[in-house]
């Protein structure tokens, strides 16, 4: 593009991906001598006198930086500023305002409502509803369901979450492949059934090959010969890492198995003889807190007695994981990855690695469809939010409303909604609360509990984030990263058995 720049020529190039990739950007200014310039503004007779020197300007963006270089303008010798309101307004002067308008309540429902989805499943699984909150982008969590069925019905259904972190190339190595290496083990495309301790080997044998290759392509990447996108390709789902968290439902024994790595939470809910919803764990969290894990990382590296500091290994709130070779290759790989591919700087005091696995600790559970049993699947940014037991609670109140035993979901949940939104203008109907400290709210009060969501999972992620306090909702979606992965950060996956 070419146009005319103080009867000089600027020539301006850009050129931007249309599929994921760098997007380039480059302006180029050329010297010129120097110009005294006069120009009048609308609205006044003042004339401006500027004396400007050309000047060579090279801004190149690529990717995610900016690299600028230029020789600039000569100060200039008058350059007046406006004298009253009315003719900044004729300059074309703008007063500041934020950038970042506050979120309104239709706002905010449509950014909670943007990922989520709901499937009807068959056999004892009547539906699944899930949704996704993220609180950055791209985001680094990633979601998978996958099901067979032959002229009987359903045969299993298999669900994964996968909580990603340092980036999203490892959760979504776990999304595309994760699901293959588990059909392969179980043998669950030939119909053999397995043995419950069988399947549990199968499983335990899925996650560890796929974590084994995802960590031995990446070595290779990195002490082999290799061209810079090939090397990067192959190591970026070792640089960075993933939780995971699977049900394996099997319908013909009626059991569930829940394979955990890191502390993404699957509880059960179930109603007791009295009729009341209870929480039942079907995993546990692996992280720096959970004295098991402490225990069995003292034992296998008895010589470092402080590699876990405030609940971190290492820094890393999670004792199992996928990817993150951080915490698994020697300091020698390690050096060599950031010496010849940008890698990450080394955790120390990096003494006797791995630190961490992705051997999953696995459950298997009875299934009662006679007292309504739900199982909810979710990253831990729920759980900072909500307690099991107030989850699964929410998930009750949901079902007194929603009879999913004799209605389909919605063909397209995302543009069902509540009855009622609020008017956007929060201020014409609230006054804020004088010193009011935010960062104080833990959990959401159980009276701004509210059942206006079509998809269950929704429901919990909109009571999680505020619910009925309009006033949390709208804060909690107006914030951009990275403030907003301090403030949201919710996936969960119910799934009804009822």
Known sequence: QLHSNFRGTSIHFERYAQ?????????????????SISESSSGHDRSKSLLIRRSVVATILLGGFAVSYGVFPAKPRALESPDSEEEAQAWGYQKYAPVNSPRSLVHADGMLRW?????????SVLRTDHVQVPSNFPPEDMLMQTKATDDAGLLWLITGVFDGHAGVETAQALQQHLIHYLIRELKADTGELLSSREADQAIKRAFLDLDREIMEVARQAVEEPRFLADA???????????CALISYWNEEVKEVKVACVGDSRAVLGRRNDAGQWEAIPLSIDQTGRNKSEVARLEADHPSEPDMIQK?????????????????????????????????PNLREPLLTPPY????????????????GDFIIMASDGLWDLLSSEKAVDLVGRWMKVHDVAS??????????GPDVLAP???????????DMKYTNRKTTAEKDFVVVDENAATHLARNALGGGNEDVLTGMFTAGPPLSRELRYVMSFPDSSA
Do not use: H
């Open 356 to 371: 961490l696995t992705a051997d999953p600790v696995i459950t298997t559970t009875q299934i009662d469809p006679d007292r």
């Open 115 to 123: 990922e989520e989805g709901s499937q009807t499943v068959g056999g």
């Open 311 to 343: 609940g971190r290994l290492l820094g890393l709130a999670v004792t199992r994981a996928f990817g993150d070779c951080r915490w698994k290759w020697s300091r020698e790989i390690q050096e060599k990855a950031r010496n010849r591919f940008f890698g």
């Open 19 to 35: 599929t994921p990739g760098p997007s380039v950007s480059v302006r180029l200014r050329f010297r010129a001598p120097y110009r």
């Open 407 to 416: 209605s389909s979901p919605s063909a397209d949940l995302a543009k069902v």
């Open 424 to 434: 956007n203008d929060l201020s014409e109907r609230m006054k804020p609360v004088p």
């Open 232 to 242: 990067i390709s192959e190591i970026g789902p070792a640089y960075s890492g993933s």
